[in-house]
């Protein structure tokens, strides 16, 4: 069973693909997470965005991922980062080093990898991000494509960096957040859009109850 759920920042993908696993027992393969660990490591080691830095950044790359009571857990190099990777900074610089060709092929290359281990032993995953349905599970069971407005989006956005105790600015963080998806739809390489036949939820005016309803009454229909 692999149910793909793409869609842009602030759209409630991540937390409905969290709660969707840890009701069903499915895996939960957050993709974006891997791509912010890939821009960590550009902007620790000072890289140019560039397809040769990202051959020599992508040589070394000691990405570790492993499961603690349902949540993703990131190692670059033994160094625990998940919660490093949550700066804006870091997710600027992920939405940039995710057009370059040899960083996708080697995060689609691993999330096919930790996918297909898991259904080979009888299980299944929820994998979130933006070209999973279009590109890297094309045949999924199911697919959905979340979307909200980016002022909803934006508010959802404040409301996490508050409660990480930060106070930003409600239209710089707007900005990122259009900027953020224009390069993500725009990009040449598995650029963020639905599949033909995904099912799309437009979560603006949703609660996060009514979401998980959502997406549950579709799972069942589309698996009959
Ligand atoms: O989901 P997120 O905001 O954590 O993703 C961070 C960036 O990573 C996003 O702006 C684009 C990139 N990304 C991608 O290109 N493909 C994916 N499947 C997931 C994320």
Known sequence: MILAIDGPAGSGKSSTARAIAARTGLLYLDTG?????????????????????????????????????????????????????????????????????????????????????????????VIEGRDIGTVVFPEADVKIFMDADPRERTRRRIRDLKEAGESPDEEEIFQEIVDRDRRDRSRDLSPLRPAEDAIFIDTTNLSFSKQIDMIESAVRERLG
């Open 33 to 125: 997470a891997m791509y912010r660990a890939v821009a960590l490591r550009f902007l620790e080691a000072g890289a140019e965005v560039t397809e040769k830095d990202a051959v020599d950044i992508l040589d070394t790359l000691n990405l570790d991922i492993r499961y603690e009571n349902g949540d993703m857990i990131l190692r670059l190099d033994g160094r625990d980062v998940t919660g490093l990777i949550r700066t804006r900074d870091v997710a600027t610089m992920s939405s940039r080093v995710s057009t370059l060709a040899p960083v996708r092929k080697k995060m689609v290359e691993e999330q096919r990898r930790i996918a297909e281990q898991e259904c080979a032993i009888g299980k299944g995953v």
